[in-house]
Each structure stands twice: as C-alpha cells, then as structure tokens.
C-alpha cells in the first residue's frame, strides 16, 4: 500500500499497485470515540447538531444515526468518598411529580444518584447504603429523607434548608399577609439569613417564642359551621399561621446546625442550583426526548460532574 492523496474529508488515501485499487484505512475504536465526544458535545454541551454535522461534513440526520448506539449506553456512577465531609442531597422530577432523580453531592463534586419512581424512604435509603458516612447531611427536611438518614447513618447531623423552611412559611402566609401575626412571622422567616453567631441564634428563637406567646389565643381560635352531610363541626380559623409555626416548630432541631460549623453550608443550592437548573435547561433544550434517553442525559451530565 502506498500513500496516494486526500479524500474530501481530508482522510489520507491509500492505493494497492497489485489490485489497482484505492481506500482508506479506518480505525473502529477512534471512530467510536469520536462520535462519542461529539454525542457528549451535544447532549450536555452548547454545541447543536447542525454545528456538529457541518464539522463531520454530513448531514443533521446522518449524525443522528450515529449518535444512535450512544442512546443505549446506560452510566453508572462512580462512588466517589464522602466519609467525615458535610453532604447535600436533593431530588428532581423528570416527568410532572414522578421518575425522580436522587442527588447527593459535596460542595465540590457529584457522589453518587440513583433514578427511582418517587422521593420516598425506600429510594434514598437505597441511594445512601451506597454512600459513605458523612459528617452532617444538608436536606429539605422531608420525611422519607430524614428517616432515611436516621436508619443508614445512626447519629449523623442534619441541617434543614433555610431556603426550603422559608419558602414553606411564605407559601401558607403568601408575600403580602393581611394580619400581623402573618407579617411578623414572614420577617421571622427572612431572618433566618441573618443567623450566623450563637447569640443570634439564641436572638431568634426569642423572638419566634415570643410570637408564639403573643399570637396564642389567635392561633386557638375556632370556627363553628356544619358539614356537607348537616353534622355541626369545627375547624381553626387561621389555619394558615398554624401552618406556617408547624413548619418552624418541626425544624428548629436541626434548623441551626451549621452556627459554629462554617463549613456546613445552610442550604441546598449547590444542588438546586449548580445541578438541578442546568438539568432543567438540558431537558428543555432536548423536549421531546423519551423518559429513557432523559435518563441517559442526566446520567452523562451527573458523570461528567464527578471529575
């Protein structure tokens, strides 16, 4: 074989002076890696396939029936060693309230996830038997979570979201409350950023304490009707304050654990923010994927977080 010029695409052509033929010689396992990296390009890059079909001098289609092995490939993640390092955990829904996928991360890199069919005790139990035992475990707080983290990590702190308890107290007494009591304890909430000193602390379950002694008979306050059957019933006029002191009162055990800690973080947005809204964008950017090629998007984008 002797060398005998280019191709269009710039392959080096090769010709038999016995068989007077011409060719190339292609190599499977470049050629795999490259439709791969150009797969990788395009699935969580910014690159889109019009771009990348014009760099391989083909057409959007053509690239496309390439790409269609990738789809198969299903990523598993690594474990990466978490023991004796804070650990943030969160969750996000593929399709509507289902097909969840479980992340728990470092303040620095992805550790490991787990796709399951709902947010529940079964799958993060699941996902954390997998994991080594952290210092503390910054979450929103759930139950099926928290349990979770009680049953696999016996003893293990946990630090309650300051943005997901503020968010809860907001939604029940919305932005503009129409009562005092709902205004003091929507400022009580946004305090909550202000905490990073013991004596702060100490300031601000003070103050929630005195709201509760202030608003007391409010909070007991009862109205009379009757049922859609004629019985005579009852139910508590502010419901919605109950609601918003229920969400404090359940959280405040594990609300403050990071005042002396500085290296716990208060909140859970390394995840919702460095990792849940570019998966958000992924998916839009690709609507109209199937829930199985969602799930191989997210595993590439998961595993490339975890170098």
């Known amino acids: ?30 050629t795999r890696k490259g439709v791969d990296y150009s797969f990788h390009q395009w699935i969580i890059g910014k690159r889109s396939l019009a771009d990348i079909a014009k760099a391989h001098r083909c057409s959007p289609r053509t690239m496309m029936r390439r790409f269609a092995p990738c789809w198969k490939e299903h990523l598993e993640p690594e474990l990466i060693p978490s023991a004796g390092v804070p650990l943030i955990c969160d969750g996000i829904n593929l399709t509507g309230r289902t097909n969840t996928v479980l992340i728990s991360r470092t303040t620095e890199l992805i550790v490991s996830w787990c796709f399951a069919y709902h947010e529940c005790f079964e799958s993060w139990f699941e996902l954390f038997s997998l994991i080594e035992r952290p210092s503390v475990v ?8 928290t349990l979770a983290i009680q049953l696999c990590w016996r003893g293990v702190a946990i630090q309650r979201c300051l943005f997901h308890v503020r968010n809860l107290v907001q939604i029940r007494v919305t932005t503009r409350p129409k009562t005092e009591a709902g205004r003091e304890i929507l400022m009580l909430a946004q305090d909550l950023f202000s905490v990073w000193t013991r004596r702060q602390k100490r300031r601000w379950i003070r103050k929630f304490q005195k709201w509760e002694h202030r ?42 654990t990071f005042v002396g800690h500085y ?9 919702e923010g460095g990792t849940n ?31």
């Open 215 to 256: 608003y007391r008979i409010t909070l007991q306050e009862k109205s009379h009707g009757y049922s859609p059957s004629g019985r005579r019933t009852w139910w508590y006029t502010h419901k919605s304050l109950r609601s918003a002191k229920s969400a404090i009162e359940n959280s405040l055990p594990h609300l403050f």
């Open 138 to 145: 910054v979450c929103d707080g759930r139950r099926g979570i």
């Open 263 to 271: 290296d716990i973080p208060r909140t859970t947005n390394h995840i």
């Open 1 to 30: 074989m002797q060398r005998f010029g280019k191709t269009a695409a710039l392959t080096t052509r090769w010709y038999c002076p016995i068989c007077k033929k011409t060719g190339i010689r292609t190599r499977l396992d470049t």
């Open 277 to 307: 809204s570019v998966i958000r964008e992924l998916i839009h950017r690709h609507r109209g994927l199937p829930l199985e090629k969602k799930k191989i998007l997210v595993a590439h984008f998961l595993s490339s977080k975890q170098h």
